[in-house]
């Protein structure tokens, strides 16, 4: 509504998100995607309307080798790109769901994902799962993509961002669907 704009939703594959927004397909990615460098020299980003937060090591058992072992992370993620860095085994799922159903069945010693994301599948899981190792913080915060060449569209997102922050509507709807824990501005 701030930037005055009619959007129609489209669902897309997480893997072909950023090539089929080159190709045209769609004006922007709102979908949760962590602002990073390497995006950011396919794409541009608006300034990020969700705080930077930490990712997550989460195994069957307490020893599990998050470091060394195989590790499971969604394809195409920050968190993908961390374990690759690293000396453990990336194995790569194309949803989430998948790479928590490695470590269930044990084609993976450990998931490696968005803490947040975790922590519930972690809560329910009755102790079937637990996190390992230290939080990792990536990215620069979720931000909105776009294509290069769209810096009109770009400078309305980024107002009404600024707009959000600055009246505290931004965290209201942060508190309201992630709760109190939640970073804000």
Wanted: proline share 4%.
């Amino acid at each position: 509504m701030r930037a005055e704009l009619t959007c129609e939703w489209v669902k897309n594959d997480w893997d072909s998100i950023i090539p089929n927004l080159v190709s045209s397909n769609y004006d922007t990615i709102m979908a949760g995607m962590s602002i990073t460098d390497e995006r950011d020299e396919v794409i541009d980003f608006t300034q990020n309307y969700f705080p930077p937060t930490a990712s997550a090591y989460v195994a069957a058992a307490e020893g599990a080798d998050w470091e060394n072992g195989i590790v499971a992370a969604q394809t195409a993620t920050i968190q993908a790109g961390h374990v690759a860095s690293g000396d453990a085994v990336l194995v790569e799922f194309a949803t989430p769901e998948e790479t928590v159903a490695a470590v269930r069945n044990g084609e993976a010693d450990a998931v490696f994902a968005d803490a947040d994301y975790l922590a519930p599948l972690v809560e329910a899981s009755g102790g079937e799962l637990m996190f390992v190792g230290p939080d990792v913080p990536l990215g620069g915060g979720v931000g909105m993509g776009l294509r290069e060449s769209d810096t009109e569209l770009k400078e309305k997102f980024d107002a009404a961002i600024t707009s959000m922050k600055e009246d505290g509507s931004l965290n209201a709807l942060l508190v309201k669907w992630f709760g109190e824990a939640t970073a804000q501005y």
